[in-house]
Structures are given as C-alpha cells and as structure tokens.
C-alpha cells in the first residue's frame, strides 16, 4: 500500500461520526446522537414542549436555595461568609434556573470556568458550543471502557478550543451507557424508530405534519366546494369553468362539469375517522413531556383528585434532579470556594438546601410567658400580638402622653 493510500485509510477510519463513539489514540470521542440545538430549538418553537420544560424545571430549582455549614468547625461563620459572597457575585440562583431548563429539555449544559485555578467567575455557554466530548479509557491493557472525561472540543464557532475537564462544569442526567451526554425529556420526541425494515418518523415530525395540514382542513371544507353538473353544456362554456377550477380561492368554490343537471356540495367522507390516531399520537407526544400540565389545562374531566396522583408522580421525576443538582454545587463550586479561601472543606461540610430555611412558629402561649419572665417588654408583646389578630387600644400612658 502506498504512503497516500496509507493516510488517506487513516484519516477517514479516525474520523468520528455523529452520534458514535470511535476511539482514537487514547481517547474516545463522541458526538451527541441528536444535535442539542435541535433540541432546544423543540423547547422554544412547540407550546407543548416549552411549558412542560419549564413546568419541570420551576419544579426543580423555582422554590431558590439556602445554603448552612458546620456550625462546629471553628471558621464556621467565615465559610458561611465565602459561600454565600460567592453565591450573590455570580448570582448563582439565575444561573440555575437557566441551567435547569436546558437540562432537563436536552439533558446537557455546560458552564465555563474563566479561571479554574481561581474560581471567581462562572458563565454558561450556548448549549451547542460543544462539537465533542473526549472520554479516556480505564487503564486496564484487557479492558477499553471510556469512563472519565477528560476534554471538551468546542466548535469553530466559538473558537474551536479544547478545554480541559477542570475548565467545564458539565451538567447531565439520564446517562445512557458509557455515553459522556446525558438525555433530556425532548429527545424521546426527536428520535425517529426503525423496526426491521420499517420506520416510524419522530413524534415531533408526526404532530408538527399535523398541525400543518389542520388549517388546510378547514379552509377545504368550512368553505365547500360545490360541484355543479349542467345539461348540455357546450365546449366554450366548459373551457370558462375549468379555468375557474384552477384559479379557485381557498374558501372553497364552485365546480361545473356537464351533465345533467344536478348540485352536489362536496363534503368530508364520515368513513375518514382520524380522532383516535391523532388523541394516540398527542398521548404519546405528552407520555414524552414527562408532565400532567397538557392534561390540566386540555383535558376535560381531570380531576383535582386525579391531578394531584399526576404531581405527585411528577415529583418522583424531580427529586433525582434536585439532589444530582444539589451535589454537583457542594462538589463543583462550594468544595472550591473554601478551598481558595483556605477553608477545610471536610470540616466545614458546606450544604445547599432547597426552599427557605425552616423557622419555629411562634404561639401566643410562649410569648405570655417571655413577657412574664421579662424576656420582653410589654410593647413588643403587644406588637406581636397585633400579628396574631388581636385588637389593641393605646396605653393609658400613650394617650395622656397625645392629650
């Protein structure tokens, strides 16, 4: 073989394809099977895929964070202090909620480091800007599993630079395989089915088509056409209706033909019974969503009670995504803020909390008797009786104090 032929073979059998993984040297490189912008593109174009994401994702990160640390280690009060300074410098909670919507529709987000040696910055980057994912191999001459990635290839775009694991936050979910990608709920709806010889097109293509063709529905038959046969019709007429034929409006239009004499409007054939494909069809679409919110709002007869068993299924969608998102920040991000100010992470335990931070309610018992104990005065019993709906008039002091 020649030393031409010889790259050329070489060239072509070390170029990865899109949706493969193909190992080349010491790495792997793989390619989502799906384009993330395609994806997205779901997100933002289809009603349907936009509110169910966002649904799932308000779900997930809409409720905020607190964040607490070992009230036992010494420096307690200072890593608290770094932890949350950090938080409201990079406004931590917006950038979640923006994560979480990319994350949960394609699976994937990817948050750069400016500087990885000094983390002071964060910013998320265009979820396509991501060509490839660079994985290496557990370091075992029997074994050739990609277990751990190691670099990520950004595309000419935006600059074509290979940046190293430390330099990304790589947020997925729903791994499948070895796969360095995670799989967001839209991809389901993407994705087109070949069974044998067969193929069933993406539910995506199916109820866009659908929704293409419906207007034409109804311009076709909320105004007829009405075919009208004229007795004997002579050739010159004939030619005056088959050029209105074709020139007809889409409000439908009367055709002529010569016949006897007869007008017919020509209707839908009753026999033509689609419903039950197109409710399979949106059912599935839904089943894809991963959400009951279409149900609610379309479906008539869904009860409270029936509503209620569809979220608590849903929150046993979310749950896994808190916590992954939850340990992702304590490993990624608090663990390296404290350790940049110098902090023992392990003593100070820094932890991320969804919601707000739980309060003792307080009862009118306790503060009758804080108030006799001297605990607090009378006027700021008084005042917090307020809160409590009671009705108070002013102190013999405050109105001789008025007059």
């Known amino acids: 073989m020649s030393n031409a032929l010889r790259r050329l073979v070489e060239a072509f059998s070390l170029k990865a394809k899109s949706g493969t993984a193909s190992p080349q040297r010491a790495l792997v490189y793989e390619t989502p099977a799906v384009p993330l912008a395609e994806v997205m593109q779901l997100y933002e174009r289809d009603p349907t895929c936009k509110a169910s994401v966002d649904l799932l994702a308000a779900s997930a990160v809409g409720s905020g964070f607190y964040t607490t640390v070992n009230e036992d280690y010494e420096k307690a009060a200072e890593a608290k202090r770094a932890v949350d300074s950090f938080n409201e410098d990079v406004n931590l909670d917006a950038l979640l909620c923006d994560m979480a919507r990319a994350l949960i529709a394609c699976g994937n987000d990817f948050w750069l480091k400016l500087t990885p040696e000094n983390l002071a910055e964060l910013h998320r980057l265009p979820v396509d800007a991501v060509e490839r994912i660079h994985q290496g191999f557990i370091e075992e001459k029997t074994l050739k599993i990609p277990f751990k990635t190691e670099s990520f290839k950004l595309r000419q775009t935006y600059g074509g630079a290979n940046l190293t694991a430390e330099a990304v936050i790589h947020w997925r979910i729903n791994c499948l395989g070895v796969s360095g990608y995670g799989t967001g709920v839209l991809q389901v709806l993407l994705h087109s089915l070949a069974i044998q010889s067969d193929r069933r097109p993406a539910f995506a293509w199916m109820k866009a088509k659908i929704e293409r063709i419906m207007p034409r529905i109804f311009e076709k038959y909320a105004g007829p056409d009405v075919l009208a046969l004229l007795e ?123 919601g707000s931070p739980q309060t003792r309610e307080v009862n009118v018992s306790d503060m009758l008797r804080a108030c006799e104990l001297k605990l607090i005065r009378e006027e700021e019993f008084r005042k917090n009786a307020v809160k409590f709906g009671w009705e108070l008039w002013e102190t013999k002091e405050a109105t001789t104090a008025d007059d």
């Not at 007008?263 to 991963?290: K, S």
Request: charged content about 25%.
């Open 232 to 354: 004997r019709a002579d050739a010159e007429t004939i030619r005056k209706f088959e050029q209105a034929i074709k020139n007809r409006n889409e409000e439908g239009a009367w055709l002529f033909y010569s016949g006897k004499g007869d007008i017919r409007p020509v209707t839908l054939d009753p026999r033509a019974r689609f419903e039950y494909y197109v409710d399979h069809l949106i059912n599935q679409f839904y089943l894809g969503c991963e959400t009951p919110l279409p149900r609610l709002f379309s479906t008539p007869g869904f009860t409270e009670a029936s509503a209620k068993a569809a979220l608590e299924l849903q929150n046993m969608l979310i749950q896994p995504v808190q916590r992954y998102i939850k340990r992702q920040v304590e490993r990624e991000i608090f663990d390296v803020v404290l350790a940049q100010a110098g902090l023992d992470t392990v003593k100070a335990q820094p932890r991320l909390h969804w």
